[in-house]
């Protein structure tokens, strides 16, 4: 596709349940991260993936938050159990290996998960 | 580590005035550094980046940043603020060896007709 493309836009869901956050990265874009935004406040980092592996998942917060990649193309955040201080919008950015586009990373329109 | 500050959550100007937002880093390597926009309900958009090179540098809309390596600064102007300006701004590092950007607080620009 054109962009980089997130589903769903919005999720609201009940403490407790589990989600799973979708994005679908420009095509060629061999790498690929989770950001997190709460309400205010800047981005941080969750995870990053290098084709399908993730050598750096530093800034996932606990182990109810996962991530998993496809190849080179779609990957799944997937929170088990949340709570009310996992509400804040999900953003995934990918780039790509061209020297021209490697340091750039294109940002998603984000998934707004709200946790009630 | 990385770290980004960027001093003021909030900034309120005229339209046609000049707008001026600050951004300080720290880096243990020499950084890769970024200036996003985020219009409502949208994501992020690159405005410019200093990777290597000229220190001054020239993004979309008519912004520059400059980068001050004593300073460890990176702040972003524009001569003429315009109404649809109004929007958040985030400044950004990379280690030029890493992935990962860190990201500032965030500056909201309001701007007034």
């Known amino acids: 596709g054109a962009g980089v493309s997130q589903s769903p836009s919005n999720k609201v869901t009940e403490k407790g349940k589990d989600v799973e956050l979708r994005c679908d990265p420009i095509?060629?874009?061999?790498?690929l991260y989770w950001y997190r935004q709460r309400l205010g406040q800047g981005l941080e980092f969750l995870i990053y993936f290098q084709g399908n592996s993730a050598p750096d998942k530093s800034g996932l917060p606990s182990d109810r938050f996962s991530a998993e990649r496809t190849g080179e193309s779609v990957s799944t955040l997937t929170i088990q159990r949340t709570q009310q201080e996992d509400s804040a919008v999900y953003l995934c950015a990918g780039s790509g290996t061209s020297p021209l586009t490697g340091d750039t990373q294109y940002f998603g329109p984000g998934t707004r998960l709200t946790v009630l | 580590a990385q770290s980004v500050t960027q001093l003021g959550s909030h900034v309120s100007v005229s339209e046609g005035a000049l707008v001026l937002l600050r951004c300080n880093y720290s880096?243990?390597?020499?950084?890769?550094l970024f200036w996003y926009v985020q219009y409502p309900n949208q994501g992020l958009q690159l405005l410019l980046k200093?990777?290597?090179?000229?220190?001054l540098v020239k993004g979309i809309n008519g912004f520059e940043a400059e980068f001050k390596k004593s300073e460890t600064s990176f702040h972003l102007t524009k001569p003429s603020a315009h109404m649809s300006d109004a929007a958040e701004y985030f400044c950004a590092v990379k280690g030029a060896a890493g992935n990962k950007l860190t990201f500032g607080g965030g500056t909201r620009v309001l701007v007034k007709p």
């Open positions: 095509s060629g874009h061999t790498a």
């Open positions: 200093y990777t290597t090179g000229a220190t």
């Open positions: 880096s243990s390597v020499p950084p890769y």
